[in-house]
């Protein structure tokens, strides 16, 4: 059974800084694509940031340039490190695994396999 657990998150002033992790488990498990999702209350779950099996990345427009994903193949797991914070990043962050095709996009939330329980990043002004 294919488990997802993030950490790290937490309560942040507006500018400062956040690195969240995501833990993996499950036998012979090794996520080829890992994501990272976001939801405010009253919000749809949207993107935040992605990296493929062939270590391209991809960011949503609103983090680009402030947020950078990373994966460790060894450990089966990705972290997402958030500078520049803001308060508009209020949510839950989700981490996923394993895009059901290859070539998936990754921004959708219905192509990816497994899901965390999300943990909560909260910005104050």
């Known amino acids: 059974q294919v488990q997802l657990a993030e950490f790290g998150g937490g309560l942040v002033q507006a500018g400062g800084s956040l690195r969240l992790s995501c833990a993996t488990s499950g036998r012979s498990f090794s996520p080829t694509s890992m994501g990272w999702f976001r939801q405010a209350p009253g919000k749809e779950r949207e993107f935040v940031a992605g990296?493929?099996?062939?270590?391209?990345?991809y960011y949503a427009d609103s983090v680009k340039g402030r947020f950078n994903i990373s994966r460790d193949n060894a450990k089966n797991t990705a972290s997402l490190q958030m500078n520049s914070l803001k308060p508009e990043d209020t949510a839950v962050y989700y981490c996923?695994?394993?895009?059901?095709?290859?070539?998936?996009?990754?921004?959708?939330?219905?192509?990816?396999?497994?899901w965390g329980q999300g943990t909560q990043v909260t910005v104050s002004s």
């Open positions: 990296i493929r099996w062939n270590d391209s990345t």
């Open positions: 996923a695994a394993s895009l059901k095709g290859a070539y998936e996009a990754l921004y959708v939330p219905s192509n990816w396999r497994y």
